[in-house]
């Protein structure tokens, strides 16, 4: 198989177990026709410390469910496709730090559900870190995520919406954790490919372009083939 192809499969195999997940779930709550929304983050009680991990996998009814679906694993894709490398720590580190903020943060008899935070998450940093690291295919996907996703940023007001209850905190949060994490991590993961002219010791007016007769050290160039013409 392709290797690129190989690749793009593999991002999209975890993206999917989560989203699986989170509609098994739904389902459950469904079948047996119960909620579990009690088992949501409750913020500044003990109890509700749990919900860190619990909140993202909960949801309010279908509707709220499949809103969170698609871009959750759309953007966990483009972040296991585009940064292997540092995907994991992002993504777990985005599932615990908006939780946490939300729970020592949030508005008290509260209860949070949803993977929205996540989904902030994850868009903020996507779209930090493609105009931090000026890669060019990495700012293509910011230009995606704006795209797509620019209008999440309204769901951190909760003035604009107030006859629904969303959970703005998570939003925020997520949001605020996805931006800290694209600037703790812009030197790990994909950078900007680095040219000639941009290295300090690259002189612009060396008429040998680098290639200096006198030096042994370097190899002199080779001369391009004579070309005949013939009529």
Do not use: C
Not at 13 to 18: E, H, L, M, S
Not at 60 to 66: A, K, M, R, T, V
């Amino acid at each position: 198989m392709d290797p690129e192809r190989s690749k793009l499969i593999r991002s999209f195999f975890f993206p999917a177990i989560f989203v699986l997940l989170i509609w098994l779930v739904k389902a459950l709550e469904f079948i047996l026709n119960i909620s579990f929304a009690e088992y949501g983050l409750s913020p500044l009680q003990w109890k509700g410390l749990p919900g860190i991990l619990t909140m993202p996998l909960i949801h309010s009814g279908w509707g709220h469910l499949f809103a969170n679906s698609i871009p959750l694993f759309l953007l966990s894709a483009l972040l296991f496709h585009f940064y292997r490398e540092i995907a994991w720590t992002v993504l777990i580190l985005i599932y615990l730090l908006s939780g946490f903020w939300v729970w020592f943060l949030g508005e008290a008899g509260s209860v949070h559900i949803g993977a929205s935070g996540i989904v902030y998450g994850l868009a903020a940093f996507l779209f930090t870190s493609g105009i931090i690291r000026r890669e060019i295919k990495l700012m293509a996907i910011t230009l995606l995520v704006t795209f797509l996703y620019g209008g999440l940023i309204w769901g951190v007001f909760p003035q604009f919406f107030p006859k629904e209850r969303i959970s703005w905190e998570g939003h925020l949060m997520g949001l605020l954790a996805g931006t800290i994490l694209a600037i703790y991590f812009r030197k790990q993961g994909p950078q900007r490919p680095s040219y000639d002219w941009e290295d300090d010791d690259f002189d612009d007016n060396d008429p040998y372009g680098g290639y200096h007769p006198d030096d042994p050290t370097i190899p002199k160039p080779q001369e391009p083939p004579e070309i005949k013409y013939y009529s």
